[in-house]
């Protein structure tokens, strides 16, 4: 089955202690997404990877990080969480061509005390 | 830069009854629209999505939408809604700034359906 996971599902931490949440799709897609969801404001987007080492800047990039070192895994790290983090986290990937329909994950609800 | 509005924070329908969501977009070239729903405690799904040709789309769950270039709307409609069509509604444009593959959503309507 094609998919998008996300691990973990739920995850409550405290300020400043380092963090990652991990994302794994099996469809062989070059292009993988990062986002945020707080209401009122929509999804929006962290960090994408067009491929293996190539990643960069979405709208809502600060105090995150991401890595590509393998086409299906695309973490995203916290490394000193705030409260201000505190939201539901999307993966996602997209293959190229003409479609950018965008496969999603389960999401991660993240809160940082 | 893109933007997609949908100006209906919240919504309520009887079950039974139609229902349309609206979508405006702001984007300089023909977009590539997308309305996914989110239920609640879960994921987002794709509903449907415009690239090119008829305007009149349909999707899954009894759901379509219809582009218009004139008004710059991708408004989604049902013509009889069901209880379990409560959800969170997400408009999105296509972002095509090269590389970057990316959706643009807006900020969501919340439907409600009274039995």
């Known amino acids: 089955e094609a998919q998008v996971t996300q691990n973990p599902r739920y995850l409550i931490t405290v300020t400043g202690k380092k963090l990652t949440v991990t994302c794994s799709q099996n469809m062989n897609h070059e292009y993988m997404s990062w986002y945020r969801q707080d209401p009122g404001l929509g999804l929006r987007q962290i960090y994408y990877s067009m491929n293996v080492e190539v990643t960069d800047k979405g709208d809502v990039p600060e105090g995150y990080k991401v890595s590509r070192k393998e086409k299906r895994n695309f973490p995203l790290i916290l490394e000193s969480p705030s409260p201000n983090q505190t939201s539901l986290y999307f993966c996602?990937?997209?293959?190229?061509?003409?479609?950018?329909?965008?496969?999603f994950g389960p999401g991660t609800r993240l809160t940082v005390t | 830069a893109q933007s997609v509005t949908q100006p209906d924070i919240h919504i309520t329908v009887s079950e039974g009854a139609s229902l349309e969501l609206r979508c405006n977009y702001s984007?300089?070239?023909?977009?590539?629209l997308f309305w996914y729903v989110q239920s609640p405690g879960q994921g987002l799904q794709l509903l449907l999505k415009y690239f090119s040709g008829d305007t009149l789309v349909q999707g899954i769950k009894g759901f379509e939408a219809e582009f218009k270039r004139s008004q710059s709307s991708f408004n989604l409609r049902k013509p009889s809604v069901h209880w379990s069509d409560a959800a969170e509604y997400f408009c999105?444009?296509?972002?095509?700034?090269?590389?970057?593959?990316?959706?643009?959503f807006g900020s969501g309507t919340r439907l409600q359906v009274q039995p």
């Open positions: 996602a990937s997209t293959g190229t061509g003409g479609s950018y329909e965008q496969y």
């Open positions: 984007y300089g070239a023909t977009p590539y």
């Open positions: 999105a444009v296509a972002v095509s700034d090269t590389g970057r593959r990316a959706l643009t």
